[in-house]
Every structure is written in C-alpha cells, then in structure tokens.
C-alpha cells in the first residue's frame, strides 16, 4: 500500500477561520512533508517532519501551524489566512529524508 | 542554489508516437531523482526514482536515465496513449545533514492526441 490520504478534499475558509489539514499514511514512513501548489507552478516544500521532530520550517508564515501527533499523521493548522494562501496542499512521505516521497491528492484550499 | 530546468514546458504529440522529457540540474551532487506526473488539479504520482549511483530505470513504457556529471535527466515514454495526457515533474534531491529537500523543475506539460 502506498497511500497516503488527505482530507478534506476541499476547503473554503474566511479570512478569521481556523481550520484543519489533515494527511495520513500507513506505509512505516518516518518522514512527513507539507507543500503549497500554486496553478501552473511546481509544489513548494512548507515543512518537513522527520521520527514526528519538525526538521525543516521553509520560513512559513505563522499563520500555519504543522503538527505531527504520531508516526502516521501529519496536521496543518490554518488561522487567519489571506486570499494569497489560496492553493492545492500536498501532504508527502517518505521512508526517511533520502527516500522516494509518495504524495497525497491534496487538499483544494480556497481563502475567501 | 540547485535550478532544476525541464524543456519542453509543452509537447503535443499524436498517440503512438515515442517521445523524450528532458531534465537539467546545476548541481551534479544529488542524492537522486525521481520523475511525477500530475493530473489537472490532482496530487503527484512518483513514476520512477534513480539513485545517485544509478544510470537508468525502467517501469512498464517508460525510461529514465540519469547522467548526473553533465546535470541531465531524460523521461523516455514508448508507444504514447491519450491517458498519458499530463504534467510530468522532474525533482532531484541534494544530500548532506538533514536537508535532503527536493527541488522541482516547472514541469512538461504532455497531451496526447487520438
């Protein structure tokens, strides 16, 4: 089984909304990523998680919080969003930092 | 700063017809490369990944082959069908420490027509 799950596939927030990204794996992987797709435009790495320790925070603003309860799951926390954070985010594993990531089919985000 | 550069950025080609991806990097030290394809507003699906150490890979129609001395990838795709229809995404992953993070090239967007 190489899946990894997102939900909800669909969001619509205004901008004093908080809201919730949830991603999911059960392949054993220990490394855990975040990316924000923009149309037309490649995946952009936010976060990288690795044995549920955050590794690497690509300068994200605050108003997105990741957290990585156990092996398995992987949240992002949404507050205060602005319409420019409007984008499809990608949830990734991988067995650990070096291995090959295996993504998610996303979460359609739309800030209003 | 690693630079990954995919050409074409769009190829029509008719059903049937072999084709050629190409990839380029500006820092030969990888650790490897792995090829997605995207469907229209979909998450990425990996279709091969090459290690550093490694020439080429194989899986079903397609081919990737690796010269990481000269900073190119290519993704051979045989007898092509309109469900190959896609964006394809090149990304190469430096190593060192804990910062094994992938670069992404702007993609190759493939239609192919019956």
């Known amino acids: 089984d190489t899946e990894v799950t997102q939900t909800p596939k669909h969001l619509v927030m205004g901008m004093t909304n908080k809201k919730s990204l949830k991603c999911e794996q059960h392949?054993?992987?220990?490394?855990m990523y975040w990316y924000k797709q923009k149309a037309k435009k490649p995946p952009e790495l936010m976060f990288v998680?690795?044995?549920?320790?955050?590794?690497i925070n690509e300068s994200v603003p605050s108003r997105f919080s990741p957290e990585c309860p156990n092996s398995s799951l992987l949240n992002l926390h949404l507050h205060a969003l602005q319409p420019e954070d409007s984008a499809l985010y990608l949830c990734?594993?991988?067995?650990?930092?070096?291995?090959?990531?295996?993504f998610g089919p996303g979460t359609r985000l739309t800030v209003t | 700063k690693q630079e990954v550069t995919q050409i074409p950025a769009a190829l029509s080609v008719p059903e049937g017809e072999n084709l050629v991806l190409n990839c380029s990097f500006t820092?030969?030290?990888?650790?490897?490369l792995q090829w997605f394809r995207q469907d229209p507003g979909k998450g990425l699906t990996s279709l091969l990944l090459?290690?550093?150490?490694?020439r080429e890979q194989t899986s079903g129609r397609l081919n990737a082959s690796l010269d990481k001395s000269s900073g190119r990838s290519t993704l051979y795709i045989a007898a092509s069908q309109p469900g190959d229809s896609a964006t394809y995404l090149c990304?190469?992953?430096?190593?060192?420490?804990?910062?094994?993070?992938?670069?992404f090239g702007k993609g190759t967007l493939l239609t192919v027509n019956p």
């Open positions: 990734a594993s991988s067995q650990g930092l070096a291995g090959e990531q295996y």
């Open positions: 392949m054993g992987h220990r490394a």
């Open positions: 998680y690795s044995y549920e320790k955050l590794s």
């Open positions: 820092d030969s030290a990888i650790y490897n």
């Open positions: 090459i290690q550093s150490s490694q």
């Open positions: 990304a190469v992953k430096l190593g060192g420490g804990s910062n094994y993070k992938l670069t």
